[in-house]
């Protein structure tokens, strides 16, 4: 069983960054890809960003692109996700996941792992 934390939330004024960490169990190419997902109360829950571990390929939600970075760690299995320009809609709890077949942000459901979740407030 893979065992994802996740770090880095917090409140922050509209504008302003955040930096959110997700630490994996296993080794860093155990799994096919890792993500973030996120969810405001009432809303579905929306993938955000994913990477593809054996390499650097990434996807991004239309409503981020171009304001958030996702990555990952060259020795570990770990992946950071970098936000900036930060707007209030962003306000979620922001989920890391685990793929091991696929890699696709569109489908939750596809996703085999999940953290507890980071809150992330902009105001």
């Not at 020795?75 to 306000?91: F, G, W, Y």
Request: hydrophobic share 35%; glycine share 10%.
């Amino acid at each position: 069983h893979v065992q994802l934390v996740e770090s880095g939330g917090g409140s922050v004024q509209a504008g302003g960054s955040l930096r959110l960490s997700c630490v994996a169990s296993e080794d860093k190419y155990s799994n096919f890809c890792m993500g973030w997902f996120r969810q405001a109360p009432g809303k579905e829950r929306e993938g955000v960003a994913a990477i593809l571990l054996r390499g650097d390929d990434t996807a991004y939600a239309d409503s981020v692109k171009g304001r958030f970075t996702i990555s990952q760690d060259a020795a570990k299995n770990t992946v950071h996700l970098q936000m900036t320009q930060l707007r209030p809609e962003d306000t979620a709890m922001y989920y890391c996941a685990v793929d091991r077949y696929l890699c696709s942000i569109r489908y939750h459901l596809s996703w085999n792992y999940w953290g507890q979740g980071t809150q992330v407030t902009v105001s």
